[in-house]
């Protein structure tokens, strides 16, 4: 049985807009945080549970970076010994990233040439409705009440 690599030493750099998480197997991993947050696995962000996935979308590598309230910082927490929850300054605290999910989120050159050669590179045409997309959330139409 194969196991999945594991962090051994994660670090969120607030001036640099960078997490790094040094991998049980000596890879190192670099996300901006731009990029953890267009990656974001939760419901909301994915538009819906129909569009929930296991790995990341590729599309998410092509995004534009962003410095707003959505993509910085504001804490991150282990959650139980399989990942990292990611509360963010403009609220949003709904994804949880696994081990799995991060590992393969990893950004750098020989990750992407992996990605690459897997066939995982979106086309110019879905780039596009994605960013439109992620950039033009639709609005929520319910409103929830609670009376105690």
């Known amino acids: ?6 962090p051994t030493k994660i670090t969120a750099n607030r001036e640099k807009a960078e997490l790094t998480i040094v991998w049980n ?4 991993s670099v996300y901006s945080f731009s990029l953890l947050r267009h990656a974001c696995p939760c419901a909301e962000c994915m538009g819906g549970h129909e569009n929930m996935r296991r790995d990341p979308d590729p599309v998410v590598f092509y995004l534009p970076a962003e410095d707003s309230p959505r993509t910085r910082l504001h804490l ?13 300054e403009d609220g949003h605290r709904y994804g949880i990233y ?49 009376t105690l």
């Open 1 to 6: 049985m194969t196991t999945s690599p594991r």
């Open 25 to 28: 197997d000596g890879h190192v």
């Open 76 to 88: 991150i927490e282990g959650v139980g010994n399989y990942g990292l929850n990611i509360i963010w």
């Open 98 to 146: 696994n081990w799995d999910y991060l590992r393969k989120l990893c950004p750098c050159e020989a990750c992407q040439r992996e990605r690459e050669a897997q066939g995982l590179v979106p086309d110019e045409e879905t780039i596009a409705k994605e960013i439109e997309r992620r950039m033009n959330p639709p609005k929520q139409q319910i409103q929830i009440e609670f």
